[in-house]
């Protein structure tokens, strides 16, 4: 939820081959963020969350939506939860292995002059030459 300014709207979820013929992206998106938002580990966070369902506006004339149970959306989020987690491990896994090959070389740039005043490698201001 951090890497997004406006989760309810920016939040993509990878579903890979086995995307669900029921849910809409946008329901899905919702039930995540107001799961993240209610707080997951609470003990009747599904009933309060199927209550949120029900009163937002969006999903007004939704009735497949509106007719889940807390069990069914339960189960919809932890499936959801566990696409997200696979989908940020291969993110930490592709940032590892390019921490591992080093920064790329294009990032170090040689230039024959410097200008009067540039820093030195080490972030000191370079000595004029008299």
Known sequence: MAR??????????????????????????????????????????????????????QFRFDWFIKSRTALELQRRC????????????????????ERKKGRPRSMYIKSGKRAAGAQDGRGRRKKKAE
């Open 4 to 57: 997004y300014r406006a989760p309810f709207h920016q939040l993509r979820i990878s579903y890979g081959t086995n995307k669900g013929k029921n849910y809409t992206e946008e329901e899905d998106r919702f039930l995540v963020c107001m799961l993240h938002k209610l707080g997951f580990d609470k003990e009747n966070v599904y009933e309060e969350l199927r209550a949120a369902v029900r009163s937002a506006p």
């Open 78 to 97: 932890n499936t959801l939860i566990t696409l997200i987690e696979r989908e940020n491990q291969e993110l930490e896994e592709k940032e590892r292995a």
